[in-house]
Each structure stands twice: as structure tokens, then as C-alpha cells.
């Protein structure tokens, strides 16, 4: 039985792991979730799972949570807040397992505190490795704590990468869907607007990751993400635009062989890959073989979707740029959402950003905190 | 340095795995090579290689290579011949590695004698799966012999079987080229010619095979090898039909992940891939992800190619069915060459044969070449 900690239980990849376990009660079960500030949710899972601890937002979430918990009669879970109750999440000796899917640098400390206490770490987290991933990966390795990706394409990495050794690896290519402006010629992109961009063609998935899977800026901090998740130069990591997304990613060796992954596109397979590795308990996600018919692969328009040159950029400066990068974006696209900036203002402002962030690389999870803020800073400068 | 012992040296694997052997000096050579007829070539081989041991179908080809090899200056190598000579090769003290690529049954009792001997087996022999798989697997496990798989579907299939467990694999998806007549209506497969059928679309390959991969029996008989390699029944190996050949084959796990293979169409890859597992060597048989465009799957056709439907019956019984299905089918193709049957005459001629089979399952080598010749005796006389 592995018992999980959940940090994020309330959002898209929370829900999604608790369905899991929910399917695999004789496997898994829930001692800790972090649940921001869904209050409804949060008393609903304490109900159903009864974890040792709950964490929510802030001091006063959980006192209606306590509450709310007293007058149902529920009672022995402990109910904490802020960052301390997510990190008391995070390294609860009990947890075998966590599963870090806050949205968000706000998810960081508490990741960090998993890994220095050992935990083993399912990371759905990209915003993560993206500005801490020096930090994180070095102590991953220094504790000798495995850090299982969450997400479609560096999870299909993961297992391909099963087949051949570290130096065998020739190239990483990070599928992308392409978005819905991969056919959109150059000059329309002026006048492109945010119900426009919020159209994905194949996930549903938040409001800033479709903005940024709109400019590709999402397969970009994907870029930095494999970059570190799994140690190569970002040289070696490719983007082939591949609009069915049935091809999750690639790796290819320096024996000419190339591995790919297929699955239907259900964040649950990569959460049960994660959370079982390296077993594969059998699935109802099942992919229809016998029905398939074509893959479409096009190479990425730099031209179009510069926000991929910027994170190439950034991957290969690395610490305060992955930051900035970040940072930058996500107060660009907060702009474009309200319609402050045009789309092309999206890289436009990272660009700038970037362009005024001096080489670091902050040791601490602290120094990342102050060097995100410093880049936010800048971003609503920059837009003012 | 690993030691080669070559069954079948002088063919198209065999001179191809001598190109990798001259690629990695460093890394492989040259002990033994069984050269079959071939005497120019076994001659150049040997002054190339200078093995230990050369073996030739014939005495008088022996005879005649000791003298060719006297007048040279080329003295201290052991000439034998047949299929003792044979055996000298694949049982060879000094052999590390054996790579079976005498084509047919000829080979089967070398192959056999390998295993026996605990040499690790790179297998090209598509027959000798067919027709002994149950006894040479039997054999492999006993002295606890790797078999890698030399042809690109099961190659593929090797290294995706590689990323879970046995336990966890839910179906081998192999894939075909669909051959000449992959969109040939159904009413014009009577009239099929020799020469239209020995074209293939994407391999160059020798003439009986290149008939088989028009009938389809090619990928029956890969079902068969797929089951026995890879110990599974016939009814989790799929085939989809895929015109591009290149994804070279799939596996399917339980929990929804399918992992493919891509690569080149060079044989090459394989046989790389076999000296040097679990090692991955830098070679030049590069893919060019960033040229990928389209991949076409369809599913394959049982009734323009019940050969496909025969191998899987065969399979399904095991022993004397596969025996004489590809017993059957050599005759035939034999026959369909020399314009004495049409194109349907292979898959009715092996149906037949397989109707008069009795189920049996040979324990020995003497008794699947009996069980091979009187299957070959039947179809003769059925077409008689």
C-alpha cells in the first residue's frame, strides 16, 4: 500500500490521482492533501479519504474546514494552512509518496521539503523544474529520490527512455499539438484574440496553459523541464508539432533507434505510470489500436511562435532566465487575457524581460522566490 | 571484444553484419562463418576475416576453398563442411556470439547446437522460430540463452518489451508494409503475376520472402516467431497494416501505453542492435525526425490475404501447423514462380496441407525436419 501525500487536491491533477486511488483502493491510500483555497472540495475529500492532514490556504480556510469537519463529526485530522501546512503535507512521515501538483511556484517550498525528506515525487508540477529545477534535481540526487514527470510528454520521455542508457541519447523530441494558430498565417497574428486563443484543439486544461499552448510557450518551458528532469543539454531537446497528440514524445539514440509512446490523451495514465512505476497496473485507458489511421508531423515555425526561441534562450542560460521566462509570461498573459497586450505582446514583454535579467543561478528555493518576483516586477513595469 | 561466429556469412544479414563488424573494430570480429555455396565470397571472407573455422555447403567446396586458400598463402584455417560444418561454427569454443542467418531449415540444427552450447543467439532465421520455436525456446530458457531478435518487427518489438513486464504487456502490435497489393481490389488478385509480385514497396529483399510479403504469409509467419520469441498466444499479436514501414512495430501495455519503434529500413539497425545489447553504439543509420510528415496504420485485409487468417490457425495449434505452414508455403511460392499456380494458389495450397496435418509437436530437431519434408511432400503432390 502506498500512502500519498497530494499537494493540490483540488485541481485538475489532484482530482484526477484520487480517481486513481479511488480505482485502486488495494494499492493506494490518502494521508496528506494541500488544497488551496476550494474550501467545498477540501471538506468533501477530508469526508471521503480521511487523510492525517489537510492543508489549506490560509488561517482562516482552515478554521471553517475544522469546523465544518467538527459539526459532521469528523474528527483526528490535523488542519493546517499557508506554506508551512504544505510542506507539513509535503513530509509527512507516513507519505510513501507525493504527488506535486500545485499550480504555480507556489507549490515549490513544499516540493523541495519532499525531496530533502526523501519523498519519492510524482511532479505535475512544470513551474517547478522550470525555475528551480538546479535546485530540485541536484537534491533528487544528492537524497536519491526519484522524480516521476506528470504530464503526457515528459512522462512518454520517461519511458522511453527505459530503453537505453543516459549517453546512448541521442535527442529528446517533445511532441506539440501546434495549438489553435498552427495553420494561422503570420500576418493574422496581430488581431489574434484571448477567446481565440483559449480554444484548444485537444486538452482542456486551465486558462494560462492554453494561452500559453496558444504561443507555444508551453512546449517551451517543457523544453527547460526535460532539460533537467532528465540532464541533457537543450541542444538535445527537439519539438516536432504532431496536432493528433496520440505520439506523447520521443527519444532518440545514437544507434539510430527511436522510441515513442502512444496512449489516449488522459492525464490519468501518466499519474498511474507515476504513481505505480515501475509497475503498470492494468487500465481501463485503453488506446484503440485497430482504429488508428494517420500521425501528422510538421517541423515548429520560430517565425510564428518566438516564445520557442526564447525558451531555448532561457534553457540554455539556465537559472534566472528559466525564472524570468516564467515569471514574465505568466504576467504577459494575464495582460493579453485582459486585454491589455495583443498576442504577439506575449513574447514581445518575455523578450524584454529576459533581455534585463542578469546571469544567476539562486541556490535556494528562496533566491528563486526573490528572483521570480523581481521578474513579475519588471513584466507589469514593462506593461504599465 | 566479442567473438562472431556468421551462419550464413555470405547472404544479405551476413554481409551486413561483417559491415558492422568492420564498423566496430574495436568492438566485434570474426571466429567462424558458415558459407553455404558461395565459394568466391567465402574465399574473400576469409582472407578478410581470417576466422578459425569456415564451413561450405559441400565437401568439393571445402576442397575446393583449401586449395584457393593454399595458393593464397592463407594457412591455420580449419575448412569443414555440411551441416556437421556447420555446427563446428555455431558451436565454436571461442565464439561469443552467434548470428543465425542461414535462411530455411538448413540452419535449424546449428542453431539448435548454439543454444545447446550456451552461445548467445542473434536470430535472423525467420524458419527456424516457425518451425522449432517451441524446441529452441525450450533450449534458450534451459541454458539461459538470450535470443535477439534479428528482423526489424521483432527487433522493435524486443527493445519496446523493454520498458515493462511480461506480465504487463497486453498485445505485440507488428506492423506491415501491406506489400504490392495493399489496395488491389480482391477480384484482380487472380491474375496477379510473379512479376508485379516482386516488387516491394519498401525492402529488397530475396525472392521467396518478397513473394511472402505480397501473400502476407511474411507477417504469418512473423505471428508465429512473435509468439515464440516473445512467449505469448497468437491472439495478443496484432498486425496493422502500415504502407511506410516506419514505425517497425508496437507493444501494448495494460495500462494503455503503447510504445513504438522507428527507424531506418536498414537492416544494419538490428544487428547492431543484437551484438551489442544491452549497449546502444553510435552509428551513422540516422532517421531524420525532422523530415517526418505522415504515418499511415489501416488494419489488414483477411480476405484479399487469408494467408494472414492460416498463420494465425497455425500458430494457435503450434508444432506440425507451423512446420507445414511454411513448409507448404515455400512449395508453393516455388510453384507460383514457375507460373504452374496463381497467386491464391499459396494460400489454397498451404490450406490444404494444413487440413491433412495432424497435431503434433516435435521434441526434436530429426523430428520437425521430418515433419518439415512431409509437409513438403503433400504440397507437392497436391499440386502435382
Given at each position: 500500500m502506498k500512502r500519498l501525500a497530494i499537494l493540490g487536491s483540488t485541481g485538475s491533477i489532484g482530482q484526477s490521482t484520487l480517481s486513481i486511488v479511488e480505482q485502486f483502493p488495494e494499492r493506494y491510500s490518502v494521508v496528506a492533501v494541500a488544497a488551496g483555497r476550494n474550501l467545498d472540495e477540501a471538506f468533501a475529500q477530508t469526508v471521503r479519504w480521511r487523510p492525517q492532514v489537510v492543508s489549506l490556504a490560509t488561517e482562516e480556510l482552515a478554521g471553517q474546514l475544522s469546523a465544518r469537519l467538527r459539526q459532521a463529526g469528523v474528527t483526528g485530522i490535523d488542519v493546517v494552512y499557508g506554506t508551512e501546512g504544505t510542506v507539513a503535507c509535503s513530509t509527512?512521515?507516513?507519505?510513501d509518496f507525493v504527488v506535486?501538483?500545485?499550480?504555480?511556484?507556489?507549490g515549490l517550498e513544499a516540493t523541495h521539503a519532499a525531496i530533502l525528506a526523501g519523498k519519492p515525487l510524482g511532479l505535475a508540477n512544470k513551474e517547478c523544474m522550470v525555475a528551480a529545477g538546479e535546485i530540485l534535481t541536484r537534491a533528487a540526487r544528492e537524497h536519491n529520490v526519484p522524480i516521476l514527470p506528470i504530464d503526457s510528454e515528459h512522462n512518454a520521455v520517461h519511458q522511453c527512455l527505459r530503453v537505453g542508457a543516459h549517453a546512448e541519447v541521442k535527442n529528446i523530441w517533445l511532441t506539440a499539438?501546434?495549438?489553435?494558430?498552427?495553420?494561422?498565417?503570420?500576418?493574422?497574428?496581430?488581431?489574434?484574440t484571448p477567446e481565440q486563443a483559449l480554444k484548444h484543439p485537444t486538452w482542456v486544461m486551465g486558462r494560462r496553459i492554453t494561452i500559453d499552448s496558444a504561443s507555444m510557450l508551453n512546449k517551451g518551458l517543457e523544453i527547460i523541464e526535460a532539460c533537467r528532469l532528465?540532464?541533457?543539454?537543450?541542444?538535445q531537446v527537439r519539438v516536432t508539432v504532431h496536432p493528433?497528440?496520440?505520439?506523447?514524445s520521443l527519444v532518440e539514440y545514437v544507434d539510430g533507434s527511436i522510441l515513442a509512446q502512444i496512449s489516449v490523451t488522459d492525464m490519468r495514465l501518466p499519474i498511474l505510470y507515476a504513481l505505480a512505476f515501475p509497475e503498470r497496473p492494468a487500465s481501463t485507458?485503453?488506446?484503440d489500436m485497430a482504429s488508428l489511421r494517420h500521425l501528422e508531423f510538421e517541423q515548429p515555425d520560430f517565425e510564428r511562435f518566438p516564445c520557442l526561441r526564447l525558451a531555448y534562450e532561457a534553457a540554455e542560460k539556465g537559472g534566472a532566465h528559466c525564472i524570468a521566462l516564467n515569471a514574465a509570461d505568466e504576467v504577459a498573459v494575464e495582460a493579453f487575457l485582459d486585454r491589455k497586450?495583443?498576442?504577439?505582446g506575449i513574447p514581445r514583454t518575455i523578450e524584454q524581460v529576459l533581455a534585463s535579467t542578469t546571469e544567476a543561478h539562486p541556490a535556494t528555493i528562496a533566491g528563486v522566490l526573490a528572483a521570480d518576483r523581481e521578474a513579475r516586477q519588471t513584466a507589469r513595469a514593462l506593461l504599465a
Open positions: 509527512l512521515p507516513d507519505a506535486s501538483a500545485i499550480v504555480g511556484v507556489a499539438s501546434g495549438g489553435p494558430f498552427r495553420t494561422l498565417p503570420l500576418d493574422q497574428f496581430a488581431s489574434i532528465f540532464d541533457v543539454p537543450a541542444s493528433q497528440s496520440t505520439v506523447h485507458l485503453t488506446f497586450i495583443p498576442f504577439m
